[in-house]
């Protein structure tokens, strides 16, 4: 298998340079740059748009698209979902549950894809077949051959593609400021950083127990077939659809790879420069949730079928994984509180959605001509793609349909966003074998590991494979 290449396609020429200057409190108001608005915009520019996946996510960034398309068409294999979007939505939308048929049409310019981890790369990848731009939730993949997969398929279709990671883009900026604080060296060599996302299933109070749970009948509005996609055929449970999903490995990786990625990402932007990538994966410690992870991985491996699987979460619990990159840096990836935390020789600084603090944010806040030269890194950072964020709410949406029109690579590119992911995926592997793994980089797998080099990809179920 050949991992994607992961160096920095996005374009780096003509960076805006020209800021304004931050509210003093720790970036406490957005940029705001004069641009046209979506009120300004004509009707006639505006693109049409499909949204494929309407459950929890989907229901919130397909009204955010609105803002800047029209929303003419959804799809959704549980048909009341879509419903549901429709109904609150109040414009015209046609309803499909396959969204194959929705590809076909002519009229649709670009796709939202809100649907489980497992089928996200195989979407994408039809959608750009069918001449589509794809905004993608994260995690954008579900295996290390998925992300050279969809690399291949941007660049042999051309067609912009933003993932969803949007702490690049908004939470007032909070993120891409502690990215720019970490570049401009005032944390000192040697970073460090702690991506730290809680432990799996612990958003939701409704997981009473992680199994084994009852089989039954899908419901009549649910196309099973086309949720299952590329993973094996096994009978239907509640507890497999809706939220619950990312705790079964087939369909996806688990807190480390749906949460984690957010932190990670970031953490990637602020240590691993344009090009730096991960190379070591060590589990320091790490439970499952109701299988043993000699099972987990026996199934992985394809050593035992689905039908001897539990109905019964499988996914990581709690984890505390040291990871390397190419670069020096490192990042602990860890169950604890939600937070990002990054430190050097020379100080440290942690940020989360809600603010960013530490002693180099202070000093920085108090000296006009620190904040100015940070100002100016967070806009390098960004690129030219910044000068036209509006309003934090809209901004990382915004940057996708800019994008579409200008040419330019979105602030979330699919190269930047496979980076971290495998960062996640390394992660994962490493706690599934049970020791520390090291990638070589010149022959693309790992160094010695015919296991972790087993769980570089899954066997997709026909006729949902996955080919670029």
Known sequence: MAVCDLAQKASRRDFLRTTTTLAAAGLASPY?????????????DRLNVAAIGLGDRGLQIAPLA???????????????????????????????????????????????????????????????KAGKHVYCEKPLTLTLEEGDLICRAVEKYGKTFQVGTHQRSEYDLVFLRATAIARSGRLGGNLH?????????????????YGPFETATPPDDLNWDLWLGQAPEVDFCSKRIGWHFRW??????????????????????????KDGQIVEANPKNFS????????????LLGKIPASEMPQAFSAIYEFDVELKLSTGNTIQLVSGPNELLIEGEKGRIRVNRDRLTGKPVEDIDADPKARKEIDDLMAEIYGDRFANITAPKFDHMKNFFDCIKSGRQPVANVWDHIR????CHFANIAMLVGRKIVWDPQAKQFVGDEEANGLRRRKQRAPYTIEV
């Open 420 to 423: 971290a992911v495998n960062a």
């Open 288 to 299: 499952f949730m109701a299988v043993p992870r000699e099972k987990v991985l026996a199934f």
């Open 32 to 44: 705001v740059f004069t641009t046209a608005t979506k009120a300004a915009e004509s009707k006639n």
């Open 66 to 128: 609105a803002e800047w398309s029209n929303v003419v068409a959804c799809a959704d294999v549980l048909l009341r979902n879509a419903k549901e979007f429709v109904g609150k939505f109040g414009k015209p939308c046609t309803i499909y549950q396959d969204y194959r048929e929705l590809l076909t049409r002519s009229d649709i310019d670009a796709v939202l894809i809100a649907t489980p981890d497992h089928s996200h790369v195989k979407i994408a990848i039809d959608a750009m």
């Open 193 to 209: 950083a702690i991506s730290s996302v809680g432990k799996g299933a612990s958003r939701h109070g409704d997981v009473e127990s």
């Open 248 to 273: 079964w490995w087939e369909y996806s990786g688990g807190q480390v790879a749906d949460w984690g990625v957010h932190h990670t990402d970031i953490a990637f932007w602020a240590l691993a420069g």
